[in-house]
């Protein structure tokens, strides 16, 4: 199995930065498709970013675009979310997740490991 520790999350004021770090553990993380997911009280959880195993490929969710990047540093077996310029709107438990191949996708169904969540809070 594919187990999957989060962190970085935390306080942060509107306009503010803040990464947060995923470690993989189980699989060949190169072989893994990693993403990123997020989830506000009572909201569906929503996709944020994905990358591909080699890290060349990267997709984003049109609210985060040109804020946020996703990478990915296969020989820590960590994948990352840089978020800049946050909004209150961002507030949300944002979880990492994987699949066992190594293209990318944005649906929480094509993923079948999941971290436990670290929370972003992003206040005015």
């Known amino acids: 199995q594919v187990m999957l520790v989060e962190s970085g999350g935390g306080l942060v004021q509107a306009g503010g930065s803040l990464r947060l770090s995923c470690a993989a553990s189980g699989r060949t993380f190169s072989n893994l498709a990693m993403a990123w997911f997020r989830q506000a009280p009572d909201k569906e959880r929503e996709f944020v970013a994905a990358?591909?195993?080699?890290?060349?490929?990267?997709y984003y969710a049109d609210p985060v675009k040109g804020r946020f990047t996703i990478s990915r540093d296969n020989a820590k077996n960590t994948v990352y979310l840089q978020m800049n310029s946050l909004k209150p709107e961002d507030t949300a438990n944002y979880h990492c997740?994987?699949?066992?191949?190594?293209?990318?996708?944005?649906?929480?169904?094509?993923?079948?490991?999941w971290g436990q969540g670290t929370q972003v809070t992003v206040h005015s």
């Open positions: 997740a994987a699949r066992d191949w190594g293209v990318p996708a944005t649906t929480p169904a094509d993923f079948g490991s």
């Open positions: 990358i591909s195993g080699s890290g060349f490929t990267t």
